[in-house]
């Protein structure tokens, strides 16, 4: 191996010994096709994986999503605004939520919102054995097909926390680990003001956006927020039908981009 080392380093000079071992790199990072994507890969550092924060898109349209972990009283309020505006959304759910609140998870999927998996008891998953990650996921999924019938395909892990394992734990059970790029920060009690002012100057095409179910100021930045997005042009949807379902890949900034096809063979 030293000698092979040497070898090489006469042989390509030290800029071209960097190189090759970038193409190394690249080549273990997995089945990413393109010489773009390569290059990324490179730079992401090789095996790191990330759940996805926002879309790679042309198209003006954007997601907002709700995480419900506690209370139910602005709930409803957030729901009639949702209504009025003719927006339909995501909202990821707890099992505590969904034991205390069956009929408002209910009347979520009958006025038309995706519902996601939040996990069962809302535990940091980067402190859970690859076991406890998928009975998470399990529980929570079974609670949310038994009360409203829906079969949610989205994840959003507690506190934003991951790793490798978690998402490869999602993966292997058909479910997209979603996370978010611009975040409301409603949970801290900004006023209404200071929310529309993150939102609004955080979005681009493809973002996803953090609330929460039961926000203080929510309600009330909500109105502004749908009025403004939807005079620049964007449409709002629900997070799977902004996100690719297939053929993807997440980049080291948590975009996800579609796969470029394969070159034909000469």
């Known amino acids: 191996m030293r000698v092979m080392i040497i070898n090489l380093r006469q042989r390509l000079g030290r800029l071209g010994l960097i190189a090759f071992g970038l193409v190394l790199i690249a080549l273990m990072a997995g089945p990413l096709r393109g010489p773009t994507e390569v290059l990324m890969a490179v730079m992401s550092g090789g095996n ?3 759940p996805i924060y926002s879309v790679d898109t042309p198209d003006k ?12 009283d602005l709930t409803r309020p957030i729901l009639d605004i949702l209504n009025k505006y003719d927006v339909r959304t995501t909202f990821f759910l707890v099992n505590i939520w969904i034991d205390d609140y069956p009929e408002l998870v209910k009347t979520i999927v009958a006025e038309g919102h995706e519902l996601g998996l939040h996990s069962t008891t ?21 609670a949310i097909v038994r009360v409203s019938g829906f079969k949610p395909i989205l994840f959003r892990p ?12 999602c993966e292997r059970m058909g479910i997209h680990a979603i996370q978010w790029d611009v975040d409301s920060l409603d949970w801290k009690d900004l ?7 993150r939102v609004v100057n955080g979005v681009k095409p493809g973002s996803i956006v953090l609330f929460h179910n039961n926000g203080k100021h929510t309600a009330a930045a909500l109105p502004g927020i749908i009025e403004t997005l939807q005079g620049q042009g964007y449409e709002i949807v629900p997070i799977s039908e902004l996100i690719h379902l297939d053929n ?19």
């Open 48 to 50: 790191k994986l990330r």
């Open 61 to 72: 349209k954007i997601a907002i999503s709700f995480d419900a972990c506690w209370g139910a």
């Open 122 to 142: 809302h535990p940091d998953f980067v402190k859970l054995s690859e076991a406890q990650m998928e009975q998470e996921l399990k529980d929570n999924y079974d």
């Open 158 to 169: 507690p506190f934003g926390s991951y790793n490798n394992t978690m998402i490869q734990v």
């Open 191 to 197: 006023s209404a003001v200071e929310i529309h002012r």
């Open 248 to 266: 993807y890949y997440v980049d080291n900034n948590g975009v996800q981009r579609k796969k470029t096809p394969s070159p034909e063979p000469n």
